[in-house]
């Protein structure tokens, strides 16, 4: 066996990249939340504007709600 004992880390470089896929992410999710919220508001104006008895009732409508 090695008697060198040699220590292999990442080191700064691996920290950074690490960071910078946890800030991609990040900020990947709060785009996906922020379309999701748009989509679903502008469905609800949608079917509210289409008037009552032509859709889904409102307890069909949202399963998220």
Do not use: Q, Y
Request: charged content about 25%; proline content about 5%; aromatic content about 4%.
């Amino acid at each position: 066996m090695n008697s060198t004992s040699v220590e292999i880390t990442a080191g700064l470089g691996g920290f950074l990249v690490l960071f910078g896929l946890a800030l991609a992410v990040w900020v990947l999710g709060r785009d996906l939340t922020r379309r999701l919220r748009r989509m679903r508001l502008a469905e609800e104006a949608r079917l509210d504007a289409e008037g009552p008895g032509t859709g889904a009732p409102a307890e069909k409508r949202d399963p998220l709600a």
